[in-house]
């Protein structure tokens, strides 16, 4: 056992975890870890039931599953001897009567409160990939989680594994770790590939030999990486707007993203051509402070009104009637060119707000957004993070162009996209640019 495996061993046997999140690179014997824990744990305490679970049941199987039974045999643990497996139930019982349960934990529209999971009560659970489930999921068998700990004087404990992932992995544990804030009923080990005794060398020259993305990922175990195709924006181009600074600078804009429920945020964006030149947020506003703010704003930065855009779903519609002449962006209208009539195929968006994501998707990877650089630290990263988690849908599929669900992102956040959505309003007044290019040839 490695050194970093002995570390969440002892975490996993500790009174004061709940949760531990043991992730990183590929091959830092993660899987491991969590079957040979649910194994010993079986053992050790009679009668005890324990959760194996990933998104994909099949997938559980055929990987997970097996170096489960590895160990076993390792263990001199003989199937129909020692314990059985059930492949019809997906349950594996021990002689001494405890039981492992393997589970689908993939959240699945018919199935949006994991009702498949039952009422089964658990001692503890293995979530593996946890990369590929949601936070509900997790929080549901956490929920479960209280079969016979105060016979043994237990502690509820769920162990997670997984690749380096933006999900809420990352926002739970890495990054509240990197800055020295993660609470005391979490804990997060950084596995690295190194740190599994038994790796081939050669597994280790082939994970040197990918792309720069996946090898962040998967050699390096570096979570400020993201592989998914269907990501918009690059880690390494977000970043680049804070660095930005010699940038065309023509005319003032303001654009507002308007609260809409109570943890929501009302962002305002102040842009001198398509550079931020200042951000202000506020918490539970009402219609009446966000005009006069927006005022402020427009006084203050000789914005006209033509230049403004809000927000106008929800609450923000008042927003719109009281600054008469501003620009009321809504959502899920249609996108400014339509593409019946026009031959250009990015213009070919499901909605308005597609559309504008995709524009601003093309300039930040050219270097066209730049922001001033006083912006405050938490503003930053919380703009940062939602961009990575801004991305395309249904990219394998034929059709018009769109983004996520905003309650996908949410989910995965665990907050709304107040800072990004706002930023992306701007480019509203490019999407015109463009519609005016058309008729002027």
């Not at 658990?122 to 956490?142: H, L, P």
Request: hydrophobic letters at 35%.
């Amino acid at each position: 056992m490695s050194t970093k495996q002995l570390t969440a061993w002892k975490i996993l046997n500790d009174k004061e975890t709940t949760e531990l999140f043991y992730g990183g690179a590929a091959g830092g014997g993660k899987s491991y870890l969590g079957c040979g824990w649910i194994i010993a744990m079986s053992m050790k305490y009679p009668q005890t039931r324990w959760l194996m679970g990933r998104a994909v049941l099949k997938n559980l199987k055929q990987s997970t599953l097996l170096t489960y039974f590895k160990i076993c045999n390792e263990w001199g643990l003989k199937l129909d001897k020692h314990y059985k497996y059930n492949s019809q139930d997906n349950i594996i019982t021990f002689w001494n009567g405890s039981q492992t349960f393997l589970k689908d934990l993939f959240m699945y529209p018919s199935d949006p409160e994991f009702d498949s999971l039952g009422s089964t009560e658990f001692t503890g659970a293995f979530i593996d990939e946890c990369s590929q489930i949601t936070t509900k999921a997790k929080n549901i068998v956490m929920s479960r989680i209280r079969h016979m700990l105060d016979d043994y004087d237990l502690m509820p404990k769920t162990f997670l594994a997984s690749n380096p992932s933006k999900n809420f992995l990352y926002f739970d544990f890495y990054k509240p770790w990197k800055n020295g804030t993660l609470p005391k009923y979490r804990k997060f080990v950084p596995a690295l590939v190194q740190d599994n005794p038994f790796i081939s060398p050669h597994y280790l020259e082939n994970l040197k030999k990918l792309d720069k993305v996946s090898r962040e990922r998967l050699l390096h175990g570096n979570f400020e990486y993201d592989d998914d195709p269907a990501k918009m924006f690059e880690w390494d181009d977000i970043t680049r707007i804070f660095e930005v600074k010699d940038l065309n600078r023509e005319g003032m804009y303001l654009s507002v993203d308007v609260a809409r429920f109570g943890a929501d945020k009302c962002v305002f964006v102040v842009w001198e051509g398509m550079f931020i030149k200042r951000i202000k947020s506020f918490a539970k506003t009402s219609t009446a402070f966000v005009v006069e703010k927006a005022k402020d704003l427009m006084h203050e930065y000789d914005i006209p009104i033509g230049r403004v855009v809000v927000d106008e779903d929800g609450v923000g519609g008042g927003v719109v009637d009281f600054l008469p002449g501003c620009v009321g962006f809504v959502n899920n209208s249609k996108a400014e060119v339509d593409i019946k009539k026009y031959e250009d195929k990015r213009q070919n968006y499901a909605n308005l707000k597609s559309q504008c994501y995709f524009i601003l998707s093309d300039k930040v990877r050219v270097g066209a957004v730049g922001c001033y650089s006083g912006i405050d630290e938490g503003i930053k990263e919380m703009l940062i993070e939602e961009l990575e988690q801004i991305k395309k849908k249904d990219i394998d599929k034929d059709g018009k162009l769109s983004v996520i669900p905003k309650d996908e992102i949410k989910e995965r956040l665990g907050r709304s996209t107040d800072f990004s959505d706002a930023v992306m309003m701007r480019m509203y007044f490019e999407a015109k640019k463009k519609q005016v290019s058309f008729f002027i040839g």
